[in-house]
């Protein structure tokens, strides 16, 4: 097993609710995705790390929200197109990976947000897989919402999502965690607040709620 993938389970252990990805998968990806993503589909499938903090993602699934979302955006060219959904957190943030481009577009519904990264031109490297080595040893702090601070008390909720697994239970496959009101309705992210959705439906209203912005770093 690749070492990117054995630091993976070493800080998270196995995978919540593994799916295997079917063999078809292999030939529609080819030549659009990196052999670290087929290594990883291969040897875990589809599933949960850190108590569903991230998820490997079935493209199938994601790539309608994906497509709606980058639709309401304008996108400058080399980042248009074939963005294919890798990785999403339990709040709904979706990795893409362009062909040729690599991992660059964040898809950000909790907070209304598309995140473009710039390119980093490599001489002579076909694949540029670097965005998905480097995410597979993110910090989960890389993955975590922060509370809004609370309007009375002292309660700062550093353990947020330990809170909401705890209220909740964890996300699946198909949910993720939202807040009631959401945030472009002036909600609050705050443990009492959060709720399990249905992902297509509530990143669905989330697009509807405010138009994204997008920025680029």
Known sequence: MRIELLDLLSRHGDPMDPIPVPASYFAEYAGRLPELVFD??????????????????????WQPIVEAWLASVELPAEYAGDQIPIFRTAYGKIYCFRPGLGQKIDIDPLFSGVHLFRPETLA??????????????????????????????????????????????????????????????????????????????????????????????
């Open 124 to 217: 002579g490297q076909e694949w540029i897989d670097m965005g998905i080595t480097d995410l597979l040893t993110f910090p989960d702090n890389q993955f975590l919402v922060d509370a809004d601070h609370p309007t009375e008390g002292f309660d700062m909720q550093e353990e947020l999502f330990e809170r909401i697994v705890e209220r909740l239970g964890r996300t699946s496959h198909d949910t993720v965690y939202s807040f009631a009101p959401r945030i472009q309705e002036d909600g609050a992210i705050r443990a009492e607040h959060a709720v399990l959705a249905d992902a297509t439906t509530e990143l669905a209203a989330l697009l509807a709620l405010q138009e994204p912005e997008v920025t680029l770093d």
């Open 40 to 61: 990883l589909w291969r040897e875990l499938g589809f599933g949960g790390f850190g108590d569903g903090l991230l998820w490997a993602c079935d493209p199938h699934r």
